[in-house]
């Protein structure tokens, strides 16, 4: 138990369909990151967030639609997806932009496994 | 941007014998070098972690060295046991933040019993 937890952990969706991935995180962090993971790629940094608002965006396609209502709360919305958006989306948290007492350190959830048909 | 490369991805040991994983990075600004392990079904998790000013760290059965001038960093892992077959992750960051990370690719091991 890592205090982020994400749902759904697994997804099925068309192309055509709308669909909301949550992350809470139980650890009283102000910083939020979703990360996408496919296979024998690095881990991509896709949002970040600092105390609900958005630092940044890495070139995100606008299918994806981050939403920070408060510093415990991440989602992440899908629309109109492509097969080749199927993937683990990862969500963590950190003490602070910054990262907490060990600098850098990512808690991170057990993923949503989203599958794009 | 830094680059991360990692080697090998995948790797098989015997328990009890030691495991080696190495990453190279690209940007010599980069200052802090964690390892994240991912279990099967899980999130990545960090194990171990070195700032530019330290050549190695030790924690228990894990060590992590680093070579600034070569710009590579290695993960080592001694009496590996089942418990240690994961996925497992090196990074660099530009600095000490998290939204400045760059991982590698992963390196699966599985240890044999």
């Known amino acids: 138990e890592t205090g982020v937890t994400q749902t759904p952990r697994h997804l099925v969706m068309g192309m055509t369909n709308k669909k909301s991935l949550k992350c809470e995180q139980h650890?009283?962090?102000?910083?939020m990151y979703w990360y996408k993971q496919s296979a024998k790629k690095p881990l991509e940094l896709m949002f970040v967030y600092s105390l609900e608002e958005r630092v940044e965006n890495n070139s995100v396609p606008s299918r994806f639609s981050p939403e920070c209502p408060n510093s415990s709360h991440l989602f992440l919305h899908l629309h109109t997806l492509q097969p080749e958006d199927s993937a683990l989306y990862l969500c963590?948290?950190?003490?602070?932009?910054?990262?907490?007492?060990?600098?850098?350190?990512?808690?991170f959830g057990e993923g949503s496994r989203l599958t794009v048909l | 941007g830094e680059n991360v490369e990692q080697h090998p991805s995948t790797l098989s040991v015997q328990e009890g014998d030691s495991a080696v994983i190495k990453c190279t990075y690209s940007d010599s600004a980069s200052n802090y070098f964690p390892w994240y392990k991912q279990e099967l079904g899980k999130g990545p998790q960090l194990i171990i972690d070195i700032r530019s000013n330290v050549g190695e760290k030790k924690d228990q059965r894990i060590a992590v060295t680093l070579n600034k001038t070569a710009k590579h960093f290695s993960l080592h892992i001694t009496e590996t046991q089942p418990e240690d077959s994961a996925v497992y992750f090196c990074?660099?960051?530009?600095?000490?933040?998290?939204?400045?990370?760059?991982f590698g690719t992963g390196t699966r091991l599985t240890v044999i019993p």
């Open positions: 963590a948290s950190s003490q602070t932009l910054a990262g907490g007492p060990r600098t850098g350190e990512l808690f």
């Open positions: 990074a660099a960051a530009l600095q000490t933040g998290a939204n400045n990370l760059f």
């Open positions: 650890l009283g962090h102000n910083a």
